[in-house]
């Protein structure tokens, strides 16, 4: 973890990165480091045109969308927070619970991506309103402040004092506002380097040198403590505020704001990911590779590396998401990815596919793009509705659920910010370049413009509907160049065809590289490539028996129904982004049966007359499922859908189903008596239910979340209906010496003192509810858990608010 002296050298506000790479192999050599030292750059968004395409049209719905959010209902709590008197009411959902001011952020990106890759003026206008009024909160704070965390000045003041009481989710009673703050720091940034807002860059830099004075009395050991409570990507800002300013104390502040007990692990790629909140991790290794590529620093590099590779390799499933719950999955064991209706969350995807950019510009392995196609097709892309606008927060895997869909007026998800900037940048890394070579890394229709060579690319292509693209090239003057084209990974070996101008090139280099076409190209010249696209399976990382279908690089799904549907578009609730509606029992759904189990997509067949459409009828049971069409995941909506599928012999198939139908039996019965459930530990459900907390902690143990505390902790649980009539609390076996009281609405319901040692098993115990309290009506309980004096309370693994089974 040694910290580089930052040179004294001119950054101009690029995002690029330098190739630094140990070995760089590319068309069959390889390069060393001191051979390869060109830049390795993105053309800016402006200069990369889409053409007709589900992408465009996903920019263009996704234009809409934004345009019908109003500026001053986002920029209200900036200006409460600096005395000044809100335009317009805030938004609800979380943008008035805690998380104030966090998608005004994410919408300076989104109106600076729209406006660069489209052109389009009401963005603009948009963005410099933004900024105008940024500027005026920024003055009107006076210390280079701007932010809208609900009492910002109280809370920074006891920072500065090194007043810290950190939880995962929380900071001093406030609901995670450095990583809201990162939002806004990313959202100057982009201003200025994406849409080239002068106007934003000093606002940036004050806003900057705002932390540098609220940190400066902090110790290390104290700066560390802060960077307990989620932070985002703070540590990648500040690196890019020194790039842009090329002063050292701002890389300073980058690596002060590096979390070690991340870092370090990876570091010596130890393995800690398990149970960890997947999207509080990812931007913080962002900024490991933001400051390593600035600062050449090779440790931090590596740490990002291995943290990719671990992330991509064992805990992502076939759309290209991760985590359950938001959480990362046990690598050993993924049936929770199956049996949760909280599947992979998009904003991890959205950070991944920037972690996978960066490495890219680093290295130039193809592996990094291969994964950011799958992501960008099979998860980002599906996660907007085409047509109505809407993004969606949690995509299940679990076979016969389904998504929902945020909608302007109500929902503020992170998701809903990360959404809004997703579908504006399709164009960033489709292509890439240095001095003389040109990088084509994916097949979407596009043009591009590289005006420093007076070259024009036209990419013309109906992929993935058809196996072929071609390049028309638009030069003023002959010229030399190597253009780089993708070797697919999901094209076999030997099935890649190029032409040039109609003459066949010999392809030498296999799958997962770049073909190297050195020339003198002309006006005119083109260049046609055949993309054979096959039908594969991919297991789950665990390798379970379930299996999903691809073809190519593509997800393949199955619509089940659309009944019973609750939510499809959210509502302004805190719980409104998870599908709640009903859970079809798994023994319900379709399986792959067959004993021919090693390829099981060769029984897959394209379905004639249609495009990109397959039956699996040969496979597929029980027989009411044979009908099932399975057509690229990005194109299901508003349906319920299967994508992995458990793959069984006729043998084993009455044995699963048996056991899926028992296990399914005691949960129906536990989901119907069950009025509403907090898992401890976990950000999601935590702050969906309010948690306050003094003196707690949290952990994971055999895959389980816990929280407890030598001091208390409480969550607000919902009964709309009042239907409350027990508490049900899940420990563990082996805590002891542990004595607490729980309180339901400051009534003491219960004092605790555990002494014994159950052994190494999950418990749960009921409590009945006061009739007192019952009596009330209350639509709403505050459950709380605290301490006796000297003691701690047992860990917490669930909390449940019960009605009594039926007798």
Not at 9 to 18: A, D, E, K
Not at 487 to 506: D, F
Not at 611 to 630: C, H, I, W
Request: proline share 4%; with cysteine.
């Amino acid at each position: 973890m040694k910290q580089r002296i930052f040179k004294d050298r001119s950054f101009p506000g690029s995002r690029f990165l330098l190739v630094f790479s140990a070995l760089l192999i590319l068309n069959g050599f390889v390069a060393t480091a001191q051979e390869s030292q060109e830049k390795l750059m993105l053309f800016p968004l402006q200069d990369v045109q889409l053409k007709k395409s589900p992408f465009k049209n996903a920019m263009l719905v996704d234009m809409d969308y934004m345009l019908e959010l109003d500026p001053d209902r986002l920029l209200a709590p900036f200006l409460r927070e600096a005395g000044l008197k809100p335009k317009a009411e805030s938004y609800t959902n979380w943008e008035n619970t805690g998380l104030d001011g966090h998608t005004a952020g994410h919408y300076l990106t989104a109106l600076s991506l729209m406006y660069a890759s489209t052109r389009n003026e009401e963005a603009s206008a948009r963005l410099d309103y933004m900024l105008e009024e940024l500027k005026k909160v920024q003055q009107a704070n006076g210390n280079g402040y701007i932010g809208g965390v609900p009492g910002s000045k109280k809370l920074w003041q006891e920072i500065a004092k090194g007043e810290i009481n950190a939880g995962s989710f929380s900071l001093n009673d406030k609901w995670v506002p450095l990583y809201n703050i990162h939002k806004t720091y990313a959202g100057l940034r982009d201003a200025y380097q994406i849409a080239g807002r002068e106007k934003a860059k000093p606002m940036l830099v004050a806003f900057t040198d705002w932390m540098l004075e609220v940190t400066s009395k902090l110790s290390e050991e104290q700066i560390q403590k802060l960077l307990i409570s989620e932070h985002g990507g703070l540590n990648e800002v500040f690196a890019d505020v020194a790039e842009i300013t090329g002063d050292q104390k701002y890389l300073d502040l980058a690596y002060s704001f590096s979390q070690k007990t991340l870092l370090e692990p990876l570091e010596k790629e130890r393995d800690v990911l398990n149970g960890m909140h997947a999207n509080t991790q990812i931007p913080k290794v962002i900024g490991f590779e933001a400051i390593a590529s600035l600062d050449q620093n090779k440790d931090y590099h590596e740490a990002a590396k291995y943290f990719w590779d671990n992330v991509v390799k064992k805990r992502t499933v076939a759309i290209g998401g991760n985590s359950v719950r938001e959480h990362f999955n046990p690598t050993d064991d993924f049936s929770t990815m199956i049996s949760d209706v909280q599947g992979p969350e998009t904003c991890n995807t959205y950070n991944m596919l920037k972690l996978s950019k960066k490495l890219f510009l680093a290295e130039a392995d193809e592996k990094y793009i291969d994964f950011y196609e799958q992501g960008l097709y099979n998860h980002i892309l599906s996660s907007q509705h085409p047509e109505k606008g809407g993004f969606v927060y949690f995509t299940p895997m679990r076979p016969g659920h389904y998504r929902v869909y945020s909608q302007p007026e109500t929902s503020f998800w992170c998701c809903v910010g990360s959404g809004i900037e997703n579908h504006g940048k399709y164009n960033e890394l489709i292509y890439a370049h240095t001095e003389n070579d040109l990088f084509v890394n994916l097949f979407i229709p596009s043009t591009l413009n590289w005006e420093e060579k007076g070259l024009k690319l036209t990419q013309e292509t109906a992929f993935p509907e058809e196996e072929t693209t071609s390049f028309l090239i638009h030069t003023k003057a002959p010229q030399q160049l190597n253009l780089k084209l993708r070797y697919p990974r999901w094209v076999s070996p030997g099935e890649l065809e190029i032409h040039v101008n109609g003459e066949p090139i010999k392809i030498n280099i296999a799958p997962g590289n770049y073909i190297s076409l050195s020339r003198n190209w002309k006006d005119g010249d083109r260049v046609d490539i055949k993309l054979p696209i096959h039908l594969t399976s991919e297991s789950l990382p665990d390798g379970s028996n379930y299996k999903a279908l691809k073809y190519g690089p593509l997800i393949l799904a199955a619509k089940t129904g659309n009944e019973d549907m609750e939510g499809l578009f959210a509502d302004a609730s805190r719980g409104g982004h998870i599908a709640a509606g009903k859970t079809i029992p798994l023994t319900e759904m379709p399986y792959f049966l067959s004993d021919k189990t090693e390829n099981i997509e060769n029984l897959v067949k394209k379905v004639p007359g249609k495009k990109l459409t397959f039956s699996a009828a040969e496979v597929l049971y029980p027989a009411g499922y044979r009908d099932l069409e399975f057509i690229p995941f990005y194109k299901v909506h508003e349906s319920r859908y299967v994508m992995y599928l458990p793959l069984e012999t006729i043998k084993g198939i009455k044995e699963i189903k048996e056991k899926l139908k028992q296990q399914e039996k005691e949960e129906k019965i536990l989901a119907a008596m069950t009025i509403d459930k907090v898992f401890p530990g976990e950000q999601q459900p935590e702050a969906d239910h309010f948690i306050k907390s003094e003196n707690s902690n949290m952990g994971v143990n055999q895959d389980r979340h816990w929280r407890d505390a030598t001091g208390w902790f409480s969550y607000v649980l919902q009964d709309q209906k009042s239907e409350a009539e027990e508490l049900r609390v899940t420990y563990y076996g082996t805590d002891r010496n542990r004595k607490f009281k729980i309180l339901i609405e400051g009534i003491i319901i219960a004092e605790e003192n555990f002494k014994d040692d159950k052994g190494d098993i999950f418990y749960t115990k009921e409590y009945l509810l006061p009739k007192k309290l019952m009596k009330q009506h209350r639509k709403e309980l505050t459950i709380r858990f605290e301490a006796a004096e000297g003691s701690s309370t047992a860990g917490i693994y669930g909390v449940r608010l019960m009605k009594t089974e039926k007798k």
